[in-house]
């Protein structure tokens, strides 16, 4: 039925131009189309920015013709209106004078837009599934903004969001639980001076709220990469991984483990003293010297030089020069980016 109104400008304003636009927005209903679809599809049949404003359930939205649905955009100044019962509107902004059908059209996109807010069946109001609507991949800009209004924020309020690999305690902010993860939402600077071990936290970059799932995938690769050593920080932010977000982000569990530097880590691993061994290299990795690593993880020096011996032979190159530091580094922390996946 939508093919058969490519063009509004093609109708004549006749009876039967407008039996072709009721029958366009009666299909819409048919499908139970979502908000986004009913504004992306009008804006494609009208060729001219369309939108759908209901301040009071927090959805202010917009399509232009290409179809893409933005939040936060109140209704143009001199845009033609028409008001549905709860006070919300739907208008539409052609640039110069209107065509003949739009009155019709904003007629029957208002009644469409009318059934689809009746039908509901969204969380409400402190049900945690809010916080999973605001990140989910799939979710539709209608959805989001909504979700973002019960939850107090705006499409534009500048936010992060935490995964959480453990206890969330402290953290403020909403938060729902995300498969092994708990995502944490927070319109404030995150207060992380507290957080200890065994949890594990990944802070995702600043974005608009209505941006929120990329700091969510963000805050997932940084959890991915955050230690539980006192002297690996159990807190990762994405915006300090550099270049390393970059090349992980492109990585898969499988590709590192192919990795030769990684297999010998994980041969080391394997041993009889595999966990004590992997302790002293990420000690080695945090230091600048094998007395200062000693040091920390409370061996003798000649005691952590002979297991550093015994690595080499494994690893094939040096531990304790610059570059051998570097390249040890680069494979524990892909190791740890695969077991954590």
Known sequence: MEGLLLRLSALDADAAGEVRVI??????????????TLLATTAQLVECPVGLDAAERGLALAADPPGVVRAGVSTPKGARARELPDGSRVWLARPGAGLPMDEMVLERFAIAAELVLARGGLP??????????????????????????????????????????????????WSAELGRLRAVLLAEPPELGQVRPPTRVGVGGEVAAIEARRSWRQARLAVRLA????????????????????????????????????????????????????????????????????????RHHSSVAARLAHAESELGFPVTTAAGRFRLHLAMVLRRLRDNA
Do not use: M, Y
Request: hydrophobic letters at 45%; one cysteine or more.
């Open 124 to 173: 409400e109001l402190g049900d945690p599934a809010l916080v999973e609507l605001v990140l989910a991949e799939r979710a539709g800009e209608a959805e989001r903004s909504r979700a973002l209004h019960l939850l107090g924020l705006t499409p534009g309020t500048r936010v992060r969001v935490l995964a959480v690999a453990g206890d969330s305690t402290g953290l403020g902010g």
């Open 227 to 298: 230690g539980s050593l006192p002297w690996d920080p159990p807190v990762c932010w994405w915006e300090r991984l550099g270049a390393l977000a970059t090349v992980a982000e492109g990585l898969r569990g499988n590709d590192i483990g192919q990795i030769e530097d990684v297999r010998a880590l994980d041969r080391l691993s394997e041993g009889p003293l595999g966990a004590d061994l992997l302790l002293i290299l990420s000690a080695v990795c945090a230091h600048d010297s094998v007395r200062k690593a000693a040091a920390e993880v409370h």
């Open 23 to 36: 029958a366009f927005f009666d299909s819409l209903i048919a499908r139970r189309a979502g908000l986004d």
